[in-house]
Every structure is written in C-alpha cells, then in structure tokens.
C-alpha cells in the first residue's frame, strides 16, 4: 500500500516554487513609512524631514532614511555635514534635532554626482535597511525617489514596508506619474495610507487663495483609486526658507500654521501603528 504523502505547508511550497514572499522589516525600527510620489519637484523630502519632526515632537523615536541615491536632500535639509562612523560592521546613524539620519550624502561630497548603474543602487538601499545601527525607533521615515525603479522595487519586495503616503501638487503632469506610483505599490502590495496635496495654494496678502497650479486634482486622483485623502499644504515662503537654512519649519517654528499640519499628520500616523 502507497505511503500517503506529507501535507506540504504554504511556506514550504513558496519555497519549492521559488517565491519566497516574506520580507524583513528594519532593524531597529518598528514601522516602516515611505514618501513617495513618482514625480519629482513635488517636496517629498520636504514633507518627509518636517513629518520626521513632528512625529518627534509628538513623543515618537524616530529614524529618517534617505533613499534617493541620485539628489540627496537630507544633508542639506538638515545641515548635516558629517560622515557617519564604523565600527567595520555597521554604519552608525548620524542624530540631528533627535532623529537617527542617513543618506548617501554623507559618504560623499554633496556635489560629487552618484552615475551608479541599477544594481548599485540596490546594494546602497541593503547597505542602509540591513548594515545600519538603527536604536529602538518607534518610526523609520524613508524618503523616495522619483520614479518608480530600483529603488521602490528593493523596498517592495525585499523590506516590510507598513505603508506610503504619496505627495503630489495639483497639476496634471504631475498625477500622471503619480497615479503609476500608486498603481505600482497596489501591485507590490503595500498599503497606501493616504495621498496628501502639497504646495496646492498660496495665500496673498490680500487673504484670497490662489490656485497656482490648479485645484481638486490629487482629491480627485485619491477618489479614483479609493485611497484616503490626507489634506493640503499651502505654499508659504517660510517652508523654503527653513529647509534651505538646515532646520525645517517643525523644528523651527513648532506653532506655524504649517507645523500644525504636520503635526496633524502625525498625529494620525501615531494612533494608526501605536
């Protein structure tokens, strides 16, 4: 009589067939949050360091990774002019205004240009989630690059990834790449936690708003793709300036009106995860 054979669990055929889905969160972290867009120009970086901050503000242990191998920002977003220590094993976080940062920034001159092929990329985002000495960050907010390559790929399928949040300004050209972003992570299968409308008006001295470039768009984009939108951020000189200075307006100026955006933000994020 035949031998009946072993039941083979769902694991084992993922690893027969050679799909291996799990992925491996970051050391040190608990949650992993991307800001991405697919288009550049659109201030990831910008609403990336100042949520950092107010999720700090806010009681957070938070990390601040720079994931855009191509145009660095955090370095000069956060004044930081240093080069992270080794002990030959792992890189350490440079901390400023208590966030634990890296960037390639760091390891090179801020105006040296990175002309990396694709798998050396790669190799950069493994070196940063698995050979860095994240301590304990309740938040480890990852700032991406434009488009929707390599990078986004590693970290799709290789990192666990808890969610995104896409920026976007109002204008056309700017959704069309956004809504390949957000298809692209559908695809990939991380949650999108929501779509935020950044630099969508300014407001004159006269106290009207001016749509510079356009209206509705990123509400309407979030509608179309049943995805929670997030809110606006108006246009305000003073986020530039901030930023340009190395110390973003949460950090500067904790009651701007701006800040208290973020500080929103961050509130949300905070009672979703903690």
């Known amino acids: 009589m035949p031998k009946e054979k072993p039941e083979l669990s769902d694991a084992m055929r993922k690893k027969m067939s050679g799909k291996i889905t799990e992925k491996n969160p970051i050391k040190g972290t608990k949650f992993t949050i991307a800001i991405s867009s697919a288009k550049g120009g659109v201030g990831k970086s910008t609403f990336a360091t100042n949520l950092a901050l107010a999720l700090k503000v806010i009681g957070c242990k938070v990390g601040l990774l720079d994931a855009d191998i191509y145009g660095p920002s955090i370095p000069k977003m956060f004044n930081i002019n240093e080069k992270p220590k080794s002990d ?71 990192i666990k990834m808890d969610g995104a949040i896409i920026v976007s300004t109002p204008q056309e050209v700017a959704l069309l790449d ?34 510079i470039f356009g209206e509705g768009g990123v509400k309407k984009t979030a509608d179309e793709f049943q995805k929670e939108f997030l809110g606006e951020i108006p246009i305000n000189p003073e986020v530039g300036k901030c930023g340009d200075e190395g110390k973003p307006i949460v950090e500067a100026n904790p009651d701007h009106e701006i800040s208290k955006i973020y500080l929103n933000f961050a509130n949300k994020i905070k009672s979703t995860y903690l």
Not at 124 to 153: C, E, H, R, Y
Not at 187 to 211: A, C, P, R, T
């Open 178 to 211: 956004v809504k390949r972003g957000i298809k692209m992570f559908d695809k990939l299968g991380v949650k999108i936690l929501g779509l935020v409308d950044n630099m969508s008006f300014f407001k004159g001295d006269d106290g009207k708003k001016y749509k």
């Open 88 to 158: 030959g094993q792992k890189l350490e976080p440079i901390t400023k205004y208590e966030i634990q940062c890296m960037s390639i920034g760091f390891l090179a001159d801020q105006q040296t240009p990175m002309i990396w092929r694709g798998p050396m990329v790669t190799s950069a985002i493994k070196t940063f989630t698995q050979k860095v000495d994240w301590k304990n960050l309740d938040f480890i907010i990852v700032d991406m690059p434009p488009g929707t390559g390599d990078t986004q790929l590693t970290f799709s399928q290789d």
